[in-house]
Every structure is written in structure tokens, then in C-alpha cells.
């Protein structure tokens, strides 16, 4: 290694602990240490990963850890571009020349982002979990870094965070809003707020950077950015995807869709009518790659049948509602599908396997929604319920899927509430979406209105 990489390591290093760490909205997910494993921490690029570093060292300060034994090493540093993996070990006996009285004493909790830039790096980190006193977290934007392959690389070492772009908790807190209290009474002026915020929320989408206000005019060109960045680098080039006008073309075509069923087939012959060649098999390998890079993520619909599944079309949903705005400016009026998106992606922060459910006389509700304790609810997600014919359907198709999955809960969650003097029937709760999105992330007894 030659001296300008060393110097540029020990500045890095010196860096690392002295520097404040940056401001961040907290994200709700966990931070304890994970005893003799790494914390992959992963998820669609601008998802905020870094900050979520930063995070838990910050945490790990407040828990009284000194500040020199908490390293953020970043290797997106245009110095450390000829660094091999045989030299990494030099990052560690830099640190401790200027503190031997650490090594394999006092942990030290090291964030390596970017680290998939260095070929080789699996055998460092697992070299340095077994042999030094450390907690290791790492991260980085390349689609080398997705979860299954982290999983495969580390031999089980590793086990995953999974960061999204921000819950609705999340955005009112950035904007500077004080969480209420678990049930507490909310009167009307504070509703007020919250329902500004929830609309803000609707209108401008989860990723932290696209929240800044300093953006407000290139939000559009922003998200667009992103998607491109995941189509190019994390499915075109690294499967090898020549045929970019199909790609583009598909990826604009799901953006515009969501919390709708997709059909490959059907976009497959949509796709030759307009001289767009592709083959449906190629259609289907396009979709798990971008599923792999956290872009979109597909529901089945809830049976037991392998072939039903295989028979009905999957609901796709996208990571963030705000990309199918920047795609689609007249997707804002479809406020239901947008609501739809929302829910899926907080049933998926709520570690909540999904499906949707199709009943033998034609109802269809959103989501069969199963807690890893194995319980489940039915919920069904509508704008507005107001109207007693559309406040009726929705009871409907949840009482008929009901029939189907007797010892599920049964959940509307609405922006509105019933028509005036309407009784509802026992057993079915009927939720503010608002007021539901504002319960802890991992609710301790399921969730409550």
C-alpha cells in the first residue's frame, strides 16, 4: 500500500472520531447490538441507509460508549480507489496505533459504507468478527448489496435491517411534529394538523431527501433520478440488460400502477401491439430484479393452491407512493390506490406477510395480513366511506372473505368515517388511516384506532 493511501486512511479515520455526527430524523428501526453477527443494513437507494449509521452510533453514544470507539469508514473516496481487500486490514491497525489499549479489550463499533466497492470484502469482515473485540454494521448503494446476496456472502453472519423510505411517523416527525401518545384523545384543531400533514405526506412521499423543502420545485426530476439509477446500475448493469427501451418502458408501466393487479401476459401482448419486443419470460426476470432492488414488491392473492396462485395475477405495489406521482402527475387523483400503497408498505415495516383475498362469490379485500405470531387480520382500505352504498360494499367484502378466514380480525381503514346513524356490524373495527399510521411500527397487541 502506498503512502497517499495510508495518509488518506488515517485522515479518514481521524475524521470518523472527532467529526459531530449529522443531523437525522430517526428512523424506527431497531438498533440494538447483534451479538457475533453483522447488521447488513439495506434497501432501496436514498432510503436514507448512511443516516440510519450514524444513527446507531449515535445511540451507542448515548449509551455511554466513548466516542473514539465508534468509527464510520465511508469507501466512496476517490483515494482509496486502488485499495485491495488484502489492504484492509491496514484500516484496523491504523486505528489502533493510536489506541492499542482497545484492541480485543474494548469493542469498538465499526460502520464500513460502500464496502462492496472493495472486491473480497466478505472474508474481511468475517476475518475481524471472529478475531477482533468488535460490532460491525454495513451498507452501501450497489445491488451487490442486496439481502439474499449478503446472506450468501457472510455464511449466515449477517442478519438484515431493512431501511424504507419514511413511515408517516417518520415524516411528521421531520417536519418537526411531537408524536401523541399511544390512544390519547386528539381534539379538533390538533386532527386538523395531523390531516395537513398526512395530505403533505400523500403529496410528496416517504424519501427523506424529496421531503426538503429547498426541493419543492425539482421533487419530480428528483424521484425520477432515483428510479433511474436503480434501472441502469442495479438491473441493466449488473444482469446485463441490452434491451433498454423494454426496460423503460416496463418500469414506466408499473410505476403507473399501483396497488393494481399486474399481469405479465397482458403487458407482454400490450408490449407487441406497440412493437416492443420482449418475451414474457424476460418480462418476469425484469420484475424479480427490480423486486431484488426494493423498487416494487408483488402480493399473491391467499390460498393454499400453489396453482390459484400461479393462476390469478399478482398486486403490485411500490416502495414509495410518491414515485407513481413523479411518473404520472394524473395518479394524484386516485387517491385510493395511493392510500392502498401506503398500507402495504406499513404492513411490510410491520414484518406483516401479505396477500390479497378473492372470494368464491366475487368479493376481493386488500390485504390478509399475517403477524409472524401467526395472527391475521382482513383489512380493507378506502378513501372515503361517507356514502352508504360504498360504506356498505366495503362491509360487505370483508364479511364475505370473513367466511373464509374465520379467526382473522376484521378492519376497515378509511379517511373518513361512516354515514351518519349507520351501525356497524360486530366484530368489524373501523380505523382513521391517519390515526392508524401514527401506531408504533411494531405495535405491542395489534393495532388500535
Not at 207 to 217: D, I, M, N, Y
Not at 386 to 399: S, V
Request: a positive charge; hydrophobic letters at 40%; proline letters at 5%.
Amino acid at each position: 500500500m502506498d503512502d497517499r493511501i495510508r495518509g488518506a486512511i488515517r485522515q479518514k479515520l481521524g475524521d470518523a472520531i472527532s467529526l459531530p455526527f449529522p443531523q437525522f430524523t430517526p428512523r424506527e428501526a431497531g438498533t440494538t447490538a447483534l451479538e457475533g453477527k453483522v447488521r447488513a443494513v439495506i434497501g432501496m437507494r436514498r432510503a436514507g441507509k448512511t443516516t440510519f449509521l450514524h444513527q446507531c452510533l449515535a445511540s451507542r453514544l448515548a449509551e455511554g460508549v466513548s466516542r473514539e470507539r465508534l468509527v464510520y469508514f465511508n469507501f466512496e473516496d476517490e483515494r482509496l480507489a486502488d485499495l485491495e481487500a488484502a489492504d484492509l486490514g491496514a484500516i484496523l491497525d491504523e486505528y489502533y496505533r493510536s489506541f492499542p489499549e482497545f484492541r480485543r479489550r474494548e469493542r469498538v463499533t465499526w460502520c464500513f459504507d460502500e464496502i462492496q466497492r472493495i472486491p473480497g470484502w466478505e472474508a474481511f469482515v468475517r476475518r475481524i468478527l471472529d478475531s477482533e473485540n468488535v460490532e460491525l454494521l454495513i451498507s452501501g448503494s450497489s445491488a451487490r448489496m442486496l439481502s439474499r446476496e449478503v446472506a450468501t456472502t457472510m455464511r449466515g453472519r449477517a442478519l438484515e435491517t431493512v431501511i424504507t423510505p419514511f413511515s408517516f411517523r417518520e415524516f411528521a416527525v421531520s417536519r418537526g411534529a411531537a408524536l401523541p401518545h399511544r390512544n390519547r384523545l386528539i381534539g379538533a384543531a390538533e386532527e386538523s394538523t395531523w390531516l395537513a400533514h398526512f395530505d403533505a405526506y400523500l403529496e410528496i412521499g416517504g424519501f427523506p431527501e424529496a421531503g426538503r423543502e429547498s426541493l419543492r420545485p425539482h421533487r419530480v426530476d428528483l424521484l425520477q433520478g432515483y428510479v433511474d439509477t436503480v434501472v441502469f446500475r442495479d438491473v441493466a448493469e449488473r444482469h446485463g440488460i441490452s434491451n433498454l427501451v423494454a426496460l423503460r418502458a416496463f418500469v414506466r408501466h408499473l410505476l403507473r400502477q399501483p396497488a393494481s393487479p399486474m399481469s405479465v401476459s397482458k403487458v407482454h401482448a400490450d408490449f407487441h401491439s406497440r412493437g416492443i419486443g420482449i418475451s414474457k419470460e424476460t418480462l418476469l426476470a425484469l420484475l424479480a430484479h427490480l423486486e431484488d432492488a426494493f423498487l416494487v414488491f408483488t402480493v399473491p392473492v391467499a390460498s393454499r393452491s400453489e396453482r390459484r396462485q400461479q393462476v390469478n395475477p399478482r398486486k403490485l405495489y411500490l416502495a414509495d407512493h410518491g414515485l407513481a406521482a413523479a411518473f404520472n402527475p394524473v395518479s394524484r387523483t386516485d387517491r385510493g390506490h395511493h392510500l392502498e400503497n401506503v398500507v402495504a408498505c406499513e404492513l411490510a415495516r410491520r414484518r406483516m406477510n401479505l396477500a390479497y383475498v378473492r372470494t368464491s362469490e366475487g368479493h376481493e379485500v386488500d390485504f390478509l395480513a399475517t403477524a409472524p405470531d401467526g395472527s391475521a387480520q382482513l383489512i380493507q382500505v378506502a378513501a372515503e366511506i361517507g356514502n352508504r352504498d360504498t360504506f356498505e360494499r366495503e362491509i360487505r367484502a370483508l364479511q364475505g372473505a370473513a367466511a373464509e378466514f374465520p379467526k382473522a380480525r376484521k378492519v376497515l381503514i378509511a379517511e373518513g368515517t361512516p354515514p351518519a346513524g349507520i351501525r356497524v356490524p360486530d366484530g368489524i373495527q373501523i380505523l382513521r388511516m391517519w390515526r392508524w399510521l401514527l401506531e408504533p411500527t411494531v405495535p405491542t397487541k395489534g393495532i388500535v384506532g
